[in-house]
C-alpha cells in the first residue's frame, strides 16, 4: 500500500523524512510541520514512503530561497 511521509529540508539542504507513515494527506497536522520547518517541508508518497529519498516520490509544499 502507497503512504504519504513528512520531508523536512535541513539547514544544510539535506531533505529528510520522518518515520510516520499516513494513508492521507489529511491525516498530517499540517500547521504542526509548519511550525517545525523553517527551511522547507513537503512529503513523500509511494511503498515504504518513511525510507524514500528520491526527488521523483517527494512533493515540495514550501522552499525558502536564499
Not at 499540517?30 to 515504504?48: D, L, P, T
Not at 529519498?53 to 530561497?65: A, D, G, M, P
Request: with cysteine; proline share 2%; aromatic share 16%.
Amino acid at each position: 500500500m502507497k503512504t504519504y511521509s513528512v520531508a523536512i529540508k535541513s539547514e544544510k539542504g539535506h531533505w529528510l523524512t520522518n518515520w510516520n507513515k499516513y494513508p492521507s494527506l489529511q491525516d498530517i497536522n499540517w500547521e504542526e510541520v509548519k511550525q517545525f520547518a523553517s527551511e522547507g517541508y513537503g512529503y513523500y508518497y509511494g511503498h515504504n514512503s518513511s525510507s524514500l529519498c528520491s526527488s521523483r516520490t517527494r512533493t515540495v509544499l514550501f522552499e525558502k530561497v536564499a
